[in-house]
């Protein structure tokens, strides 16, 4: 009986050749290009500054303070929400539109203008709060492009190697990408985002005359990801060829009935099944997690966004660094156990994080102004970076793994799916939670048993994927 790897179609390019190389190259470019929307924009610079410009209108209004906080991380979490709940929604059917229509590079054009077209209008969100509602719409727009193009990218992963060089060159990429997130940070951080006293980290005033009073430098982080996300496209559009597939026609309904069909096989296609719920639920804790990392120090431990920023610097090259070695573990013994793993990492350090204040940790009093809380969120802050990097790019090796191989935009359409279809639930949770506690702390408590449902899916995942022939034929 053939296998899965054995059935898949051989890639555009022999990937020991040199056209072979800058294809890899250009693929791993957009992980590179992409990642300072989630370094910069959900995590670590737009996403506590939405917090604290919220937070502050609201305080405003006459609420106090974590009324005000829990108001903020409320608004920040139905955003998030909707986002997901369209992803969701829309995912399958591109990627079995893409499928059909036989090429993906169209959608990665269409949806890279969404991305810049909501990173350029973040821009607009004025400190005294003008534009919040419209900052938190353009926000997801850019969202919806960076997963949409995404899902069209990692369906060529496939064809880049043969199975046992999937995990490297994954994790390769994810490293990449963590890399350009933490340069990119490293240069917000150094030119533009403004201290108390209006100057950047390193004591000089914000480039090109913007104005620290109107807090342009830390605005600039839109205009900032739209320009870096456009020059080093270049090389992904340079180099990056699809492999030519047939055309079906029959458009939106074809595709609806693709995903259809696939959703009423997956009972008797039992591995999948597991994998794609199991990965539903600890990666939207995951990104609930990266979401709210930023504000949760912005609100429970009152850190300045260059606080934040270092925070993601180290949590970032901790990313690069363990992903690498995590892609060259994954070519040795298969995704399963490194996923297994970094699930119960995450997961220990969600509770260490839930019984942290600035006041005591796990109810241990600390002195007044002790600094342990923020070294210890920074030691949280790499383990979490270093863990969730290990754990996405696995994710993908093991999504390919169970790919039908005539049809692997439709699959990662329904990877996309599983990471969205409860997307609204961590931040609805952390919404609720936050909410019912009055303590944007405890809101966080959620995503512990999100991690653990997770875990307990995994049992039933093959951790071979799919190797019957008779799985993956619709």
Excluded at 142 to 148: D, K, T, V
Excluded at 233 to 245: D, Q, T
């Amino acid at each position: 009986m053939k296998t899965l790897a054995a059935r898949r179609p051989l890639p555009p390019y022999d990937s020991a050749s040199p056209e072979g190389k800058r294809c890899i190259w250009g693929w791993w470019a957009f992980d590179w290009a992409s990642q300072p929307y989630f370094t910069l924009g959900l995590t670590f610079i737009f996403g506590p500054y939405f917090a604290s410009v919220a937070a502050e209108y609201y305080l405003g209004t006459g609420l106090d303070e974590q009324a005000a906080d829990a108001r903020a991380q409320s608004l920040w979490s139905l955003g998030q929400t909707v986002t997901g709940v369209i992803i969701a929604i829309c995912a399958p059917i591109l990627g079995a539109l893409a499928d059909n229509a036989g090429k993906r590079m169209p959608w990665v054009i269409a949806f890279s203008l969404f991305y810049v077209f909501g990173a350029l209008s973040l821009w607009f969100l004025l400190p005294d709060g003008a534009f919040l509602t419209g900052a938190l719409i353009a926000f997801g727009i850019g969202l919806i492009g960076a997963e949409f193009t995404t899902i069209f990218t990692n369906s060529l992963l496939p064809e880049l190697g043969k199975k046992d060089e999937i995990g490297r060159i994954s994790g390769t990429g994810y490293a990449w990408g963590y890399a350009g997130g933490v340069l990119a940070l490293f240069i917000m951080l150094l030119l533009f985002v403004e201290q108390d006293g209006g100057r950047t980290l390193i004591g000089l005033a914000p480039p090109f005359g913007l104005d620290p009073e109107a807090r342009e430098g830390t605005r600039a982080v839109g205009p900032f990801i739209a320009i870096w996300y456009v020059i080093f496209m270049i090389p992904f559009a340079l180099w990056v060829r699809e492999a030519p597939r047939a055309r079906k026609p029959g458009g939106v309904a074809l595709a609806i009935n693709d995903i259809i069909t696939v959703l009423k096989s997956l009972p008797r296609r039992i591995s999948l099944a597991a994998y794609l719920g199991s990965s539903m639920f600890y990666r939207d804790a995951l990104v609930a997690l990266y979401t709210f990392g930023g504000t949760y120090a912005t609100l429970v431990l009152n850190w300045s966004i260059t606080q934040v920023g270092i925070f993601g610097i180290i949590a970032a090259i901790t990313s690069a660094v363990t992903t690498w070695i995590g892609g060259i573990v994954d070519g040795r013994v298969g995704p399963k156990p490194i996923i297994i793993c970094m699930i119960l990492t995450l997961m220990a350090v969600c509770l260490f994080i839930l019984g942290m204040t600035r006041e005591a940790i796990w109810g241990i009093a600390l002195p007044e102004g002790s600094g342990i809380p923020d070294i210890a969120f920074f030691i949280c802050g790499a383990i979490i970076g270093g863990a969730g990097g290990v754990l996405q790019a696995s994710s993908r090796t093991m999504m390919v793994r169970h790919a039908s191989p005539d049809k692997p935009t439709e699959a990662f359409g329904l990877y996309a799916l599983s990471g969205k279809a409860t997307s609204f639930l961590g931040p609805a949770l952390i919404l609720l939670a936050t909410s019912l506690s009055g303590d944007a702390r405890l809101g966080m408590l959620p995503l512990v048993f999100l991690f653990a449902i997770g875990l307990v899916l995994l049992f039933w995942v093959n951790p071979e994927g799919v190797t019957d022939p008779k799985e993956v034929s619709q």
